[in-house]
Nanobody, 117 residues
Framework: VQLVESGGGLVQAGGSLRLSCAASGITFSIYVMGWYRQAPGKQRELVATIISGGGSTDYADSVKGRFTISRDNAKNTVYLQMDSLNPEDTAVYFC???????????WGQGTQVTVSS
């Protein structure tokens, strides 16, 4: 199983980035996909999730209205569109795949997002 994130980088406050996570080795369409982030000295926190069908999403309060999670089951890829970024969004962003009803969860290696003020 591999989850490979891309799209991170350095952006100025108010800017946008789009993260992608390409999955292989799993039946992508049946997994709940999520984005998490971990800032230096802080615990990893949930950013957004999207169910297998793509019709239901959930967001952390801190990103609601600014971030959008989506998925393309044909491409085995989940995306995180991040707009109106601020320095507090600086963190390593991780992609996660979870199988409902099980303890099965996979993680990507993470991609760094840095927002300068």
């Amino acid at each position: 199983v591999q989850l490979v994130e891309s799209g991170g980088g350095l952006v100025q406050a108010g800017g946008s980035l789009r993260l992608s996570c390409a999955a292989s080795g799993i039946t992508f369409s049946i997994y709940v996909m999520g984005w998490y982030r971990q800032a230096p000295g802080k615990q990893r926190e949930l950013v957004a999730t999207i169910i297998s069908g793509g019709g239901s999403t959930d967001y952390a309060d801190s990103v609601k209205g600014r971030f959008t999670i989506s998925r393309d089951n044909a491409k085995n890829t989940v995306y995180l569109q991040m707009d109106s970024l601020n320095p507090e969004d600086t963190a390593v962003y991780f992609c996660s795949a979870a199988r409902l009803g099980t303890r099965l969860r996979y993680w990507g290696q993470g991609t760094q997002v840095t927002v300068s003020s």
